[in-house]
């Protein structure tokens, strides 16, 4: 049983196009994060949820927007596609306000042509 | 100057050897400490955590944190091929966790 599973695993997509991914946990965890992973493997903080409620928000453009249904949910829209939006996305989950570190998914590959 | 600082090497070392891996960060009001494992094109799994300065040793493991110099480090003793992958030191503290760049971990047979 996978803890955190995103979908897709992989993105491939054109310039201008509207995608979106999706994140659950079925670990019991109130709060949830998107980091996006560039090239050099540097993560970094986009969005944090806890129990649905937008609790951190990096400076990200506002073409992404994440929206959570519930708790064990937590989705990524991006709108306008550009090149540099190339990068591995991963979501993860945590209890406590993460003070005992993250679950994170496998993550998922966008590729922008 | 970045919160967290973390040589992105690569590192690559013989099958058997003693690694070595560190992070210094600036921000005092970090009081857990915590290392990441990730292996290519999977996500980061904890691998060891530590809660304000001492020790912590989880066999081949042993993690490091001096709050007074603001350094961290894993220790890995006999290293193994199967521990080649990156590894991410991070901390946490009022809300907030950074990440350090990852050092890329090579174990030669």
């Known amino acids: 049983d996978t803890a955190v599973s995103q979908t897709p695993k992989y993105l491939v997509t054109q310039m201008g196009n509207d995608k979106s991914i999706k994140c659950e946990q079925n670990l019991g965890h109130d709060t949830m994060y998107w980091y996006k992973q560039d090239s050099k493997k540097f993560l970094k903080i986009m969005f944090s949820?806890?129990?649905?409620?937008?609790?951190i928000n990096e400076t990200v453009p506002n073409r992404f927007s994440p929206k959570s249904p519930d708790k064990a949910h937590l989705n990524l829209h991006i709108n306008s596609l550009e090149l540099g939006d190339s990068a591995v996305y991963f979501c993860?989950?945590?209890?406590?306000?993460?003070?005992?570190?993250?679950?994170f998914g496998s993550g998922t590959r966008l590729t922008v042509v | 100057q970045k919160e967290v600082e973390q040589d992105p090497g690569p590192l690559s070392v013989p099958e058997g050897a003693i690694v070595s891996l560190n992070c210094t960060y600036s921000?005092?009001?970090?009081?857990?400490f915590m290392w990441y494992r990730q292996y290519s094109r999977k996500g980061p799994e904890l691998l060891m955590y530590?809660?304000?300065?001492g020790n912590k040793e989880d066999g081949r493991f042993t993690a490091q944190v001096d709050k007074s110099s603001k350094y961290i480090s894993l220790f890995i003793r006999d290293s193994q091929p199967s521990d080649s992958a990156t590894y991410l030191c991070a901390m946490s503290g009022d809300n907030d966790m950074r990440f350090g760049a990852g050092t890329r971990l090579t174990v030669k047979p």
């Open positions: 949820y806890n129990n649905k409620e937008l609790i």
């Open positions: 921000n005092s009001a970090f009081q857990y």
């Open positions: 530590t809660y304000s300065s």
């Open positions: 993860a989950s945590s209890s406590s306000g993460g003070l005992y570190g993250y679950t």
